[in-house]
């Protein structure tokens, strides 16, 4: 019977030495595992890449950018919104722009397609005009006495002016001596644009007396 108890004690002795062990065996074993994640999160910190994929552009690990199925870039793009931010300043309001925005009826069709910038608005006193296409306005034609047949004659706000009789005098007035119509008849039925008349001299113009002046822009007409 004696022998049966240390039996049984030393078992006892024996599994309680065995627990003990198999107990700090899986403390040590928690341990690794934590050192092992610790370095593994630096490792990961370290390795941080920038990824682009279907979501946008974001710094990441390597192992989650694969994760998202993207593609390591080397940095990210600026995005759209600050580029608009950016240029902005420099798109021009449509109100500085000079010409028929502002109200003004002169078409370039009046003037063989010369733009409104390039009208020409000083006054003329006896003048020649050597190098054409030219565009004047004058708010007053006292004289276009001369042309050199060239690009059709002269027009005023789109009209070859008659000379005496109805004649084709290539758009010239105020010499009545070559057959021409004083301008203030000959521009009577011209109506006025923008306050004054656009003047369209192809070519070669001399014997010009105008009256210069800004064009009316407000109205129109």
Known sequence: MLKTKSFLLAVGVVLAMAFIFSCTSDIESAEEVLGKAESSSSSLQSSSVFCMSAVGCAE???????????????????SSSSLLAVSSPSVQSSSSVAGPTNNCAYQASLCGGIAFDDIITKSFSNASLDEGPNCIFALGITRLGNENGQGGGLKVNGTKLAGQNNSDVGGRCG???????????????????????????PAFAGDVTTTGGNPNCTGGK
């Open 60 to 78: 990441m690990s390597a192992e989650a950018c694969s994760a998202f199925g993207g593609t390591i870039v080397s940095s990210c793009p600026v």
């Open 175 to 201: 010499n009545t001596d070559w057959g021409q119509q004083p301008c203030t008849d000959a521009i009577r039925n011209i109506q006025k644009i923008d306050g004054g008349y656009y003047i369209y001299v």
